[in-house]
């Protein structure tokens, strides 16, 4: 690879990493498995180390990737609360011990569990516990005192204590709690979590502590942070004081003087990590000696001490009983492989998903294969090859037409999705009216995809507009819906012509339109005509609003069914209240400002915030949209940016100035 091309693969690793980082970190809803994203983060490494002049002081691998959200409070942590450098194979591992070695003599290694959850800080005032917070940004978390409370094995007082402590460990939905919760979400027909880290992080970043309570969270505390009163010389020293403090600490951390020794441990923990009923990602191996460490020292991102072994995802052998296919909201035809159960991760599953018809071709995977499965942490797994053709199959052919209505079903150019483009088609309206009712969408309540699927099969439902159509009496001809229950639903329909503008933007399910992008245009088109009837440019006009976005919403309006859908609505008695337009608050109100480089004294965080609350808005990336760019020392590729974009680019000290002024 030359230069070039590794600059802009560098680019868009980087760009996808963050955006993978978003999804996980900041929304709990990860679109990838770790293990691809872990994939994602080496290529990129390796890029880096091949062509260092690519090494950005923000890239992904620099940066520990999460940041505080605006729902808590946020907490600076005094000790910067670091991730763990990867391997994923042996040779890794004595690569690491070697690095060691050349620093410090005769190291011992403790080798324990990865706990698969979320990192926390714990900190103790004379015993008691005072403040909990998330890892945030490594710099700065959330303040998550009252979630933490609720959860039960971790201590809230402490006998014998030193005078402060600030402990870090896990919180962890144990695999029982875990498929309860899979269970509950399923008879409320609420979107499941994809797994258990993801359940964890959900739950604990919860506004509403009695959500977490009802979560029934676990904790295990690997590290102390901080300690006054007490002095400790090594890691198994801190933990065997931690477990005799009353804190959860891992089941087992043995040390060993050789590299052999660390990974038969490392083998054998992942022999047995389906039995523990907590999940794990992987083994941690750290230097036990804390004066060793200090010889080790750091990256911006890791200590130099300790290396996570993440174990690769489990795979498993059954045979393909068939391919079923579904038919998404867009008509996006989706092939779901149907197969014998097999036990794989801690559950038994018996289907997976199998892409697109590209991937099926290009594996030759028919029916009566043996293929191969793998679950990536995932509920759902997915097929990852073909293993061998059973007997007497035949090549897989695609259907032609949609399953659902019969309709021919088209590819368009480069996608490799094939769709179901008859707009009456019974499966997408299926689908698109459980994305209508959804939670951050219209939000009826009682209305489930059991439900829909009748009101779609009895005819009673053509569109979104027959359910404000809907009598009591409709409901009560369906199955097992009692008087109660039926009222309510009407209610809850009724209710819901009373949500906000971007909730129906949202809910009509235009291509590329997601709930952020609807709240951008409520919030500068302010009216539903406005919404309809503005230009591609007006829209792009919009910071944060790209091509595709608009010419997607320009294209769902050019449909004269959209328009009369609208219309219906309204006749329907759905509101769809114009936006009070926010009133130019502040100094920096109108203004948008990118941060970038090391600033003097500001962390990022800090500037931010203080941009915002002065009215501004902050953004990652640089156009001509930006009003000023704040550069600090090691400025990158912003910087250039903003250079050739003619934006004003001023120092930490001219916005401190604005800012005062
Ligand atoms: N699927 C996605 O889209 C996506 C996106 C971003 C990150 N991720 C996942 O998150 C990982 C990166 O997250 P990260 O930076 O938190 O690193 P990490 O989770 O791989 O490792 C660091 C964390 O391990 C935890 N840990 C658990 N047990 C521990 C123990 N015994 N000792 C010390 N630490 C322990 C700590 O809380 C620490 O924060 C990636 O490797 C990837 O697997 C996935
Ligand atoms: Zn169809």
């Not at 998903?353 to 509920?379: P, Q």
């Not at 909730?503 to 500068?524: P, V």
């Not at 006009?541 to 328009?563: K, L, P």
Request: charged residues 30%; negative net charge.
């Amino acid at each position: 690879m030359d230069i070039n091309n590794a600059k802009s693969r560098v680019e868009e690793l980087t760009n996808l990493l963050n955006y993978h980082n978003n999804l996980y970190y900041n929304q709990d809803n990860p679109e990838i498995s770790d293990y691809e994203y872990d994939k994602l983060l080496r290529e990129l490494e390796d890029l880096e180390k091949q062509f260092p002049t690519l090494l950005k002081k923000d890239s992904p691998t620099q940066k520990v990737g999460g940041s505080a959200g605006e729902k808590f409070s946020e907490v600076t942590h005094t000790v910067q609360m670091m991730s763990l450098h990867d391997s994923f194979s042996h040779g890794e591992l004595l690569d690491f011990d070697r690095k060691v070695r050349e620093v410090v003599q005769n190291p011992l290694y403790v080798v324990e569990p990865k706990f698969d959850g979320l990192s926390v800080s714990c900190e103790y005032e004379n015993g008691v516990f005072v403040r909990g917070s998330t890892r945030g940004d490594g710099f700065v978390g959330e303040d998550i005192t009252d979630n933490l409370i609720t959860i039960k094995s971790l201590p809230k007082r402490l006998k014998n204590a030193p005078e402060y402590l600030e402990v870090r460990g896990e919180v962890y939905m144990s695999d029982d709690n875990f498929l309860k919760l899979l269970k509950i979400q399923e008879d409320n027909e609420e979107k499941p979590f994809k797994n258990p880290r993801n359940a964890a992080a959900g739950s604990l970043r919860q506004k509403n502590s009695k959500i977490t309570a009802q979560r029934n969270l676990d904790i295990f505390i690997f590290n102390i942070q901080q300690i006054r009163g007490v002095t400790l010389t090594s890691h198994k020293q801190s933990l065997d004081y931690l477990t005799e403090l009353g804190f959860p600490t891992a089941p087992f951390y043995n040390r060993y003087d050789n590299m052999e020794d660390v990974i038969d441990e490392i083998e054998r923990i992942n022999n047995i990590r389906g039995t523990f009923g907590f999940p794990i990602d992987g083994a941690v191996v750290k230097v036990d000696d804390f004066s060793q460490r200090e010889l080790l020292g750091a990256t911006a991102k890791f200590p130099k001490w300790a290396e996570a072994y993440k174990y690769p995802p489990e795979e498993k052998e059954t045979k393909l009983l068939d391919i079923e296919i579904n038919v998404g909201r867009t008509g996006a035809l989706t092939p779901v492989g149907i197969f014998e159960p097999v036990f794989i991760s801690g559950t038994t599953v018996s289907r997976a998903v199998l892409h697109n018809e590209d991937f099926i071709k290009e594996k030759d995977i028919r029916i009566g294969d043996t293929v191969i499965i793998r679950k990536a942490g995932e509920i759902i797994p997915e097929v990852v090859s073909l293993k061998s053709h059973g007997e007497n199959t035949v090549p897989y052919v695609f259907p032609t037409v949609c399953p659902s209505c019969g309709s021919k079903v088209t590819r368009d150019g480069e996608e490799a999705a094939i769709r179901c483009t008859n707009t009456e088609c019974p499966a997408q309206l299926l689908r698109h009216l459980i994305h209508f009712v959804s939670r951050d969408a219209m939000d009826i309540e009682g209305l489930g995809p059991a439900v829909l699927e009748q009101l779609v099969n009895s005819s009673l439902v053509k569109s979104p507009v027959d359910l404000y159509k809907l009598t009591p009496m409709d409901v009560l001809g369906l199955e097992r819906k009692a008087e109660k229950s039926a009222l309510n639903l009407i209610d809850s329909i009724e209710k819901s012509k009373e949500q906000e503008l971007y909730r129906l933007i949202f809910a009509l399910g235009i291509r590329h339109i997601g709930q952020k992008a609807a709240k951008l245009l409520c919030d500068n088109l302010l009216t539903i005509e406005n919404i309809m009837n503005s230009k591609v440019e007006d829209y792009t006009n919009i910071d944060g609003f790209g091509t595709v976005m608009a010419e997607s919403i320009v294209e769902y309006f050019s449909h004269e069914e959209s328009i009369n859908l609208i219309k219906e609505l309204k006749e329907c008695g759905v509101k769809m209240p114009p936006v009070e337009k926010k009133s130019e608050e502040g100094k920096f109100a109108g203004l948008t400002f990118v941060l970038t480089g090391t600033l003097p004294t500001l962390k990022r965080s800090e500037a931010s915030k203080m941009i915002e609350n002065a009215g501004g808005k902050t953004s990652s990336s640089v156009s001509k949209k930006t009003s000023y760019v704040v550069a600090g020392e090691e400025a990158g590729s912003k910087l250039t940016k903003a250079q050739n974009l003619g934006v004003t680019i001023i120092t930490e000290e001219q916005l401190l100035n604005m800012l005062e002024s």
